[in-house]
């Protein structure tokens, strides 16, 4: 990969080629197709899709229809109908608990990980609260992987629901979703997998892992904010009831009562985000002219790269794996004696941007007896010389903090 004319595409990364970003868990950079995907779309196309019987909302229509068929397309569903268009992994989490929670009866059970990001764990305890559920705990070794061992033992024939991240947003580690999807299945449970951190960087293709449920975030895989994706397997989508209600997720309306559209349009209430929908097709487009497995490889070198060098600067603390494989570019760490904060803000005056805090991870914190740590994540348009920054920063960090050593 020619990381030089990679970069180029990125405009951002172009105005300001001295910052080195590595914030991709986050929120990835776009290349400039995304944003005149979403540019051309309110200069070229713009009306309300589904609505008007004119041609231009038809043209609005079609390429809001050809978004979910190349999403579609990328996670390898069966049909469009098991695409439902959101704003974020967020919403799509929000819908699933509260509509499917409302299939589930006193005293089922969920059963969550300690790992989740508050996405994938705050939905499902409040539609517990609500319902008489019990939210059941899948414990983490201390690298932050799970086992089959922890899962099974969090599992009982009450439980309704497996809820877990196939990428830790903290850690990096990645779980064998399609072992514990099976387990799921034997134990009668639907499987939930959270791909926000995962469908961006590795292959995820729902009929192999054989998930129920999957959710993302377009503007986690280069994609524009307020697009994101519910796939759900259509024999539970149709037993679902809407989560939102309004203008087009109707079949028809009395005075009484109403029907609903079918499906995805049930839970799709309200005007859609076609711009932000084009968009992602244009993200979608973008790994495949960039080939997704050049992708992955450039993010794997990287994720070597980085740990490498990381693991030898001895006042660093790499939280999870020892295994440089294992991150997925994602780094945690804490500085000896140096707050997560300061870490942040002593990095970004040496235009690095990290995250620091409890990364909405705060059932992990916890666990690993932290309040938060600073945290780096890459993506392929990253360079060497910009992980190299970053340690030579880090390596600085103590004494700039006023230590001796
Ligand atoms: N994690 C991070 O910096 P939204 O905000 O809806 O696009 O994604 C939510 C979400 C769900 N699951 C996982 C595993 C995630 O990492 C995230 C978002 C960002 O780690 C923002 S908190």
């Known amino acids: 990969m020619d990381i030089k004319a990679v970069r180029e595409d990125f405009p951002l990364l172009k105005e300001y080629g001295d910052i080195a970003y590595l914030d991709n868990a986050a929120t990835t950079q776009k290349p400039y197709f995304?944003?005149?995907?979403?540019?051309?779309?309110y200069e070229r196309e713009n009306a309300n899709p589904m609505r008007g019987l004119y041609e231009l909302s038809q043209r609005a229509t079609d390429i809001y229809e050809k978004a979910r068929e190349s999403v579609r397309d990328f996670i390898n569903a069966k049909s469009t109908k098991e695409i439902v268009f959101t704003r974020n992994a967020t919403e799509s989490l929000n819908l699933l608990a509260y509509s499917y929670g409302e299939l589930l009866e006193e005293g089922d059970e969920i059963a969550v990980t300690v790992v989740?990001?508050?996405?994938?764990?705050?939905?499902?305890?409040?539609?517990?609260?609500?319902?008489?559920?019990?939210?059941?705990?899948?414990?983490?070794?201390?690298?932050?992987?799970?086992?089959?061992?922890?899962l099974k033992k969090a599992i009982s024939d009450r439980t309704k629901i497996v809820a877990m991240t196939q990428i830790s947003n903290v850690l990096g580690i990645e779980n064998d979703i399609k072992k514990y999807a099976r387990i799921a299945h034997e134990a009668g449970a639907i499987f939930v997998c959270d791909g926000a951190q995962s469908v961006p960087h590795i292959f995820v293709d729902v009929e192999e892992l054989d998930v129920d449920f999957l959710v993302f975030s377009g503007?986690?895989?280069?994609?524009?904010m307020g697009i994101g994706v519910l796939y759900g397997k259509e024999k539970y989508l149709e037993k679902m009831p809407p989560f939102l209600f309004g203008g087009e997720m109707i079949e028809y309306v009395t005075r009484e009562d109403s029907?609903?559209?079918?499906?995805?349009?049930?839970?799709?209430?309200?005007?859609v985000n076609a711009a932000g929908a084009t968009g992602l097709m244009a993200a979608i487009d973008y790994y495949k002219r960039l080939g997704f497995s050049n992708i992955i490889e450039r993010e794997n070198y990287l994720s070597r790269f980085a740990y490498n060098i990381l693991k030898d600067i001895p006042?660093?603390?790499?939280?999870?794996?020892?295994?440089?494989?294992?991150?997925?570019?994602?780094?945690?760490?804490?500085?000896?004696?140096?707050?997560?904060?300061?870490?942040?803000?002593?990095?970004?005056?040496?235009?690095?941007?990290?995250?620091?805090?409890?990364?909405?991870?705060?059932?992990?914190?916890?666990?690993m007896k932290t309040m938060s740590t600073a945290r780096a994540s890459i993506a392929f348009y990253?360079?060497?010389?910009?992980?190299?920054?970053?340690?030579?920063?880090?390596?600085?960090?103590?004494?700039?903090?006023g230590y001796v050593k």
């Open 382 to 401: 990253n360079t060497e010389e910009e992980i190299e920054r970053f340690a030579e920063s880090l390596s600085t960090l103590r004494r700039r903090m």
């Open 315 to 367: 006042e660093v603390n790499i939280l999870g794996s020892r295994d440089a494989d294992m991150h997925h570019g994602i780094f945690s760490f804490t500085v000896d004696g140096v707050h997560p904060h300061d870490i942040a803000e002593i990095l970004s005056s040496d235009g690095i941007c990290v995250r620091a805090g409890h990364h909405c991870a705060q059932v992990l914190m916890q666990h």
């Open 259 to 271: 029907t609903w559209n079918e499906l995805p349009h049930k839970f799709e209430a309200g005007t």
């Open 34 to 41: 995304v944003i005149e995907a979403e540019k051309n779309f």
């Open 116 to 150: 989740e990001h508050h996405s994938n764990l705050i939905p499902w305890q409040q539609i517990a609260k609500r319902k008489g559920l019990a939210i059941r705990w899948i414990e983490c070794e201390d690298d932050g992987t799970i086992s089959e061992e922890a």
């Open 219 to 224: 503007h986690k895989m280069l994609g524009p």
